[in-house]
């Protein structure tokens, strides 16, 4: 089918767009005159060709002219900015499209205008809500400060952390924290345990020996118990640091696996009984630390440890807690204000000194054990290492000081609980080591 052929209008003929393009150019000459203040911005580019299939869109460059006879066209100037008081004429040759109808919005409640209009240069901020308004300022936040001690000098050792083991030397020790602070609360049952490595071990970068561990053994129910355990290792034995860890995490291990009979045990009072199951949970502790030791190419006197522990039923109406060990330490009562330091060793005599002989894991495999009197309310049950054991039976400081923090009023924090066990006494240097059982009162 043939295509029409396209010729341009007739420049004699009147052209139909002239009365738009003239009512559009009166709307703009009849508007105010713009404030001097504002300029209208001058127009960048031609309007769209009014005539002919190649009109050129906005963003064209190029014009091309009409033919000739016509009358050209200005580009219409971009209408100035609008000022206040002046509304936008509808041009004359469309129908005026019907306005969205407005919806009034309440404004939302806010500060009282004021009376008299602020200049228009100055800008008053609305007041802050009150949850943006600055807190009121406090004092110093309160700090316990160093460790107490006895007499009237501190030890010369500094109380804070000094210098550390080496990772390349030995990354298990280096890997040992210099302290660390624990804790549980079961029922009438409340503990607290802290472990802080000794100023001698700080000062020649030495890892922390001792160890401890608060568990939960058993099933849940009335046959559960609590693990409180402390261990010591021995200052001559290279790997000791290792030996008390592996020996709290066997401990655990090997007593739950008889949780169900040491429970009975206690719920009858079967001293007998305890003692058994307790020497037989040992001496696989014993054997799996040697092996351990074996494993890793090491002697396993490089292991040497102490351990003790106390067992403890969630059962409240058994009293009755069973006490096992290997090697020295320290098992104290507190009751009523007094201090009762030979609970479990009637063989020391409590003058504070210090004896370097002891059993130790993996060699001593056999484990002292017996069964606590009847646990009152208001007791505190301290099991402990000879850090704390040796200079508590010899310093009436530290026993008043312990006496006062341990055995009036609430339990103590976690944080509290480890300052307090910091308390300093001189040429008592060693690590210290401590797990507080506290029975509330009803």
């Known amino acids: 089918m043939p295509q029409p052929e396209f010729r341009w209008p007739d420049a004699r003929q009147?052209?139909?767009?002239?009365?738009?393009?003239?009512?559009?150019?009166?709307?703009?000459?009849?508007?105010?005159e713009p404030d001097t203040a504002v300029t209208a911005p001058e127009a960048s580019v031609a309007p769209p060709l009014p005539y002919g299939p190649t009109s050129q869109s906005p963003s064209s460059s190029s014009y091309e002219p009409p033919p000739s006879g016509r009358p050209a066209y200005e580009p219409t100037p971009t209408p100035p900015f609008p000022q206040p008081g002046f509304v936008r004429q509808q041009p004359s040759h469309g129908p005026v499209q019907p306005s969205l109808p407005?919806?009034?919005?309440?404004?939302?409640?806010?500060?009282?205008?004021?009376?008299?209009?602020?200049?228009?240069?100055?800008?008053?901020?609305?007041?802050?809500?009150?949850?943006?308004?600055?807190a009121a300022r406090v004092g110093p936040v309160p700090t316990l400060g160093a460790p107490r001690h006895s007499g009237p000098k501190p030890p010369l050792y500094a109380p804070e952390p000094?210098?550390?083991?080496?990772?390349?030397?030995?990354?298990?020790?280096?890997?040992?924290?210099?302290?660390?602070?624990?804790?549980?609360?079961?029922g009438a049952l409340t503990v607290r345990a802290a472990?802080?490595?000794?100023?001698?071990?700080?000062?020649?970068?030495?890892?922390?020996?001792?160890?401890?561990?608060?568990?939960r053994l058993g099933a849940p129910g009335a046959d559960g118990l609590l693990l409180l355990a402390v261990a010591d290792g021995v200052g001559s034995a290279a790997r000791s640091h290792v030996g008390s860890q592996e020996a709290c995490r066997l401990a655990a291990m090997e007593l739950d696996s008889v949780s169900a009979e040491l429970a009975e045990t206690l719920r009858a009072g079967d001293r007998p009984g305890f003692a058994v199951l307790a020497d037989i949970a040992v001496?696989?502790?014993a054997?799996?630390?040697?092996?351990?030791?074996?494993?890793?190419?090491?002697?396993p006197a490089a292991y040497a440890t102490t351990l003790r522990a106390l067992l403890v039923?969630?059962?409240?109406?058994?009293?009755?807690?069973?006490?096992?060990?290997?090697?020295?330490g320290g098992t104290a009562l507190l009751r009523a204000g007094e201090w009762n330091l030979s609970l479990t060793d009637?063989?020391?005599?409590?003058?504070?000194?210090?004896?370097?002989?002891t059993a130790a894991l993996p060699h001593g495999h056999r484990a002292r054990a017996c069964l606590l009197a009847p646990a009152l309310p208001g007791d505190v049950l301290v099991l402990c290492t000879d850090g704390l054991s040796t200079p508590l039976a010899g310093d009436a400081g530290m026993r008043d000081f312990l006496g006062s923090g341990w055995g009036e009023g609430a339990v103590p924090g976690p944080a509290d609980f480890l300052w307090q066990l910091q308390y300093r006494v001189k040429s008592y240097d060693d690590d210290r080591t401590a797990v507080v059982l506290w029975e509330a009162v009803p």
């Not at 009147?14 to 105010?32: N, R, Y």
């Not at 054997?287 to 002697?299: K, Y």
């Not at 009637?346 to 002989?357: F, Q």
Request: negative net charge; proline residues 15%.
């Open 14 to 32: 009147p052209d139909p767009l002239d009365e738009t393009w003239q009512s559009v150019d009166q709307v703009f000459k009849d508007q105010p």
């Open 102 to 134: 407005r919806v009034h919005m309440q404004p939302e409640p806010g500060p009282e205008p004021p009376s008299t209009p602020a200049p228009a240069s100055t800008f008053t901020p609305a007041p802050a809500p009150a949850s943006e308004e600055p």
């Open 162 to 186: 000094l210098e550390l083991p080496s990772v390349r030397q030995d990354p298990t020790a280096a890997l040992t924290p210099d302290m660390v602070v624990d804790g549980a609360g079961y």
């Open 195 to 215: 472990s802080v490595r000794g100023d001698s071990h700080r000062y020649q970068g030495e890892p922390r020996q001792d160890s401890l561990a608060v568990v």
């Open 283 to 285: 001496g696989r502790v």
């Open 287 to 299: 054997t799996l630390l040697a092996h351990r030791a074996r494993e890793h190419g090491d002697d």
């Open 313 to 328: 039923p969630l059962d409240p109406r058994v009293r009755t807690r069973g006490f096992l060990a290997v090697g020295d």
């Open 346 to 357: 009637p063989e020391h005599d409590g003058d504070g000194m210090i004896d370097t002989r």
